[in-house]
């Protein structure tokens, strides 16, 4: 199993910007993509990004897309979400994801944009864009 805890999340102001960490253990970690989905009050769980096993390849969400950047240490064991220019709609609970071990391409392609390609969760990360 994978035992997954973010943190960095905080209040923000519009065009303000964070940098999110998700530290995993209890698996090999450079054998999982891994990615961040975030929750909205009253919304549903929606994908944000992911990152591929060695960090080679990368997916967004068309909303974040040229604001956030996903990355990854094996050293570490630890995935980072930079958020910057953000915006009061980023407002959301950000949770990380490891993703299940199928195929675990290289290139992801349309691969792990969803919630139900992932087995295991942290307990999220608030962060408030607001003035």
Same mark, same amino acid.
């Given at each position: 199993?994978?035992q997954?805890?973010?943190?960095?999340?905080?209040?923000?102001?519009?065009?303000?910007?964070?940098?999110?960490?998700?530290?995993?253990?209890?698996?090999?970690?450079?054998?999982? %993509? &891994?990615?961040?989905?975030r929750?909205?009050?009253g919304k549903?769980?929606?994908?944000?990004?992911?990152?591929?096993?060695?960090?080679?390849? %990368?997916?967004?969400?068309?909303?974040?897309k040229g604001?956030? %950047?996903?990355?990854?240490?094996?050293?570490k064991? %630890?995935?980072?979400?930079? &958020?910057?220019?953000?915006?009061?709609?980023?407002?959301?609970v950000?949770?990380?994801?490891?993703?299940?071990?199928?195929?675990?391409?290289?290139?992801?392609?349309?691969?792990?944009?969803?919630?139900?390609?992932?087995?295991?969760w942290?307990?999220?990360?608030?962060?408030?864009?607001?003035?």
């Amino acid at each position: 199993q994978v035992q997954l805890v973010e943190s960095g999340g905080g209040l923000v102001q519009p065009g303000g910007s964070l940098r999110l960490s998700c530290a995993a253990s209890g698996s090999i970690f450079s054998m999982h %993509t &891994m990615g961040w989905f975030r929750q909205g009050l009253g919304k549903e769980r929606e994908f944000v990004a992911a990152i591929s096993r060695s960090g080679g390849s %990368t997916s967004y969400a068309n909303s974040v897309k040229g604001r956030f %950047t996903i990355s990854r240490d094996n050293a570490k064991n %630890t995935v980072y979400l930079q &958020m910057n220019t953000l915006r009061p709609e980023d407002t959301a609970v950000y949770y990380c994801g490891s993703g299940k071990l199928s195929s675990t391409p290289e290139n992801l392609g349309l691969m792990y944009r969803t919630r139900y390609e992932y087995d295991y969760w942290g307990q999220g990360t608030q962060v408030t864009v607001s003035s």
